[in-house]
C-alpha cells in the first residue's frame, strides 16, 4: 500500500505521454539521484541498526536500474545527459525536522514518499504507453519501488514506535501533495 495524500493529475500524465523521452531521461537521474540518496544516509548514519543492511541493497537495486534506463535511452537514440531536476525533492524535504532522531525520521519518511510518488506514476505510465516495451519496463519496476517505499517507512518506524511513524507520514504525505501540485517547472518525473 503506498501512503500518498493524493493522486496525480491526468494532465501530468498526458504531458508526459506527450514527451517520453524527457521523462525517461529525468528517470534515470531519478534512480541515480535515489541510490546516492541510500548512500549518503550510509555515510550520515552508519551505526543505526538495521540502516546499513537495508539501504546497501537498496542503493545497488537503485543502480540497476538506472542501468535498464540508460539502455533504454541508448534504444532510442537518447543520450544521458544532464537535465535540471524538478524543485519536488528540495521542497518535500524542507518539512524535515532539525534534531536527531526526528532529522533521520523526517528525511526516511521523505524518501518513502518519493518512492511512493514514483511507484504511482510508474503504474500510470505502465497502463498508458503505447509503447510496449516501455509499459513492461514499467510495470516490472513496480514491486521494487513499493517495496523501497516499505522498507524506507518501516526503518523510520524503528526509531520511534509505529504509531508515531505512522502519524508523522500522513502530515509528510499531505505536505508532499502540496508540494507537487503547487512546483513550478518543466515535465519531469515529479512535475505538477
Ligand atoms: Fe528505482
Ligand atoms: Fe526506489
Redesign the pocket.
Known amino acids: 500500500m503506498l501512503r500518498l495524500a493524493s493522486d496525480s493529475s491526468p494532465t501530468w500524465l498526458a504531458a508526459a505521454l506527450d514527451d517520453v523521452g524527457t521523462v525517461l531521461l529525468d528517470h534515470a537521474h531519478c534512480e541515480k539521484k535515489?541510490a546516492s540518496t541510500a548512500l549518503n544516509l550510509i555515510f550520515r548514519y552508519p551505526d543505526v541498526p538495521g540502516l546499513v543492511e537495508a539501504l546497501s541493497p537498496l542503493a545497488r537495486e537503485?543502480l540497476e536500474h538506472l542501468e535498464l534506463v540508460v539502455q533504454l535511452l541508448r534504444e532510442r537514440d537518447l543520450r544521458f545527459q544532464h537535465l535540471q531536476p524538478s524543485t519536488y525533492a528540495a521542497l518535500l524535504m524542507q518539512a524535515v525536522r532539525r534534531g536527531e532522531p526526528d532529522r533521520l525520521i523526517d528525511t526516511l519518511l521523505c524518501c518513502a514518499l518519493i518512492?511512493a510518488r514514483?511507484c504511482e506514476r510508474m503504474k500510470l505510465l505502465a497502463e498508458a504507453l503505447p509503447d510496449q516495451e516501455l509499459a513492461a519496463f514499467y510495470r516490472g519496476l513496480l514491486a521494487?519501488?513499493a517495496r523501497?517505499h516499505n522498507l524506507y517507512v518501516d526503518l523510520a518506524s524503528r526509531l520511534s514506535d509505529r504509531t508515531t511513524a505512522h502519524a508523522r507520514l500522513t502530515e509528510l504525505a499531505a505536505h508532499e501533495a502540496r508540494v507537487l501540485v503547487e512546483q513550478e517547472g518543466p515535465l519531469r518525473m515529479h512535475s505538477a
Do not use: D, G, N, V
Request: aromatic share 0%; hydrophobic share 15%.
Open positions: 535515489a537503485e518512492e514514483s521494487s519501488e523501497h
